[in-house]
């Protein structure tokens, strides 16, 4: 980041058990949080991106939210939608076509499979997952190709890095994560993260929100990353800070390892 685009607001809905609340309420909530943490009104958004809910997601959610944007964005790829959209709205304010973009994602679907209202779908080939059969090489993650590159132009190193919030959509996904990006060789994962490396205190704590098990899942939790790291940047983790965290490292995986942003969020 050059300083020419800051997050300036992050918020949270309700989460967990939320029975009572539609899809749209909780973008709703989200985002009035967002704004008022960032200080702003709707009347200042002119960038939107939201996905995953409605047969045109951005146009049905900002028309719920009363917002007229001018730039638009609907990328769909799982769980790294979020920093894929990140990276698009900075690009969108650096060539002046947005100054201030809202991101916003809301999911009742662990409650509605629960109450039965829908059905998990799971689309195989003969080996398995469609997605797996393209896949070359298992024990190399796609984010080995993000890293690389969201490193190069921030002019940082992994050792530069002080907490990460990584999707841990399999119980592979982290270790996966960390040998990708360069925090550790590849086969060393197991062992970087022995002693207690993840937690706070640890020499890299990682999920420092709990992570998608003990956090919250509602189905593309990458944007819940970007909050929990904006939140350690600012030091507003209570009961989780880790202390003088001046670099976040943000990685979403998306669909099975079909897909992978990386960014780098620093203090200016």
Same mark, same amino acid.
């Given at each position: 980041?050059?300083?020419?685009?800051?997050?300036?607001?992050?918020?949270?809905? @309700?989460?967990?058990?939320?029975? !009572? *609340?539609?899809?749209?309420? =909780?973008?709703?909530?989200? #985002?009035?949080?967002?704004? $008022? /943490?960032?200080?702003?009104?709707?009347?200042?958004?002119?960038?939107?991106?939201?996905?995953?809910?409605?047969?045109?997601?951005?146009?049905?959610?900002?028309?719920?939210?009363?917002?007229?944007?001018?730039?638009?964005?609907?990328?769909?790829?799982?769980?790294?939608?979020?920093?894929?959209?990140?990276?698009?709205?900075?690009?969108?304010?650096?060539?002046?076509?947005?100054?201030?973009?809202?991101?916003?994602?809301?999911?009742?679907?662990?409650?509605?499979?629960?109450?039965?209202?829908?059905?998990?779908?799971?689309?195989?080939?003969?080996?398995?997952?469609?997605?797996?059969?393209?896949?070359? @090489?298992?024990?190399?993650?796609? !984010? *080995?190709?993000?890293?690389? =590159?969201?490193?190069?132009? #921030?002019?940082?190193?992994? $050792? /530069?890095?002080?907490?990460?919030?990584?999707?841990?959509?399999?119980?592979?996904?982290?270790?996966?994560?960390?040998?990708?990006?360069?925090?550790?060789?590849?086969?060393?994962?197991?062992?970087?993260?022995?002693?207690?490396?993840?937690?706070?205190?640890?020499?890299?704590?990682?999920?420092?929100?709990?992570?998608?098990?003990?956090?919250?899942?509602?189905?593309?939790?990458?944007?819940?990353?970007?909050?929990?790291?904006?939140?350690?940047?600012?030091?507003?983790?209570?009961?989780?800070?880790?202390?003088?965290?001046?670099?976040?490292?943000?990685?979403?995986?998306?669909?099975?390892?079909?897909?992978?942003?990386?960014?780098?969020?620093?203090?200016?």
């Amino acid at each position: 980041m050059t300083g020419q685009v800051a997050v300036v607001g992050a918020a949270l809905s @309700d989460c967990g058990r939320v029975d !009572a *609340a539609t899809p749209f309420a =909780l973008h709703y909530q989200a #985002a009035s949080r967002a704004l $008022a /943490d960032a200080g702003l009104t709707h009347a200042d958004v002119d960038g939107f991106g939201s996905t995953g809910l409605g047969v045109l997601a951005p146009v049905e959610v900002a028309e719920y939210l009363g917002l007229r944007p001018t730039w638009m964005d609907s990328t769909s790829v799982g769980g790294s939608t979020w920093e894929v959209m990140l990276e698009h709205a900075v690009d969108a304010i650096r060539a002046g076509t947005a100054r201030t973009v809202l991101l916003v994602y809301g999911s009742t679907t662990r409650a509605d499979l629960k109450k039965r209202l829908r059905t998990a779908n799971l689309s195989l080939s003969s080996r398995g997952p469609s997605q797996f059969g393209e896949w070359e @090489d298992f024990t190399v993650s796609p !984010a *080995a190709v993000s890293g690389q =590159l969201a490193f190069e132009r #921030a002019g940082l190193t992994p $050792a /530069d890095v002080d907490v990460c919030q990584f999707y841990d959509s399999f119980t592979s996904t982290v270790l996966l994560t960390f040998e990708a990006l360069g925090f550790c060789g590849r086969g060393e994962g197991g062992a970087y993260l022995e002693g207690g490396t993840m937690r706070v205190g640890g020499r890299m704590p990682t999920n420092t929100d709990g992570g998608g098990l003990s956090s919250c899942h509602p189905g593309m939790r990458g944007i819940f990353l970007l909050v929990e790291a904006v939140r350690q940047l600012r030091g507003q983790a209570a009961g989780r800070q880790v202390p003088d965290a001046k670099v976040a490292c943000v990685n979403g995986t998306g669909g099975w390892f079909s897909s992978t942003s990386t960014v780098l969020l620093g203090v200016h």
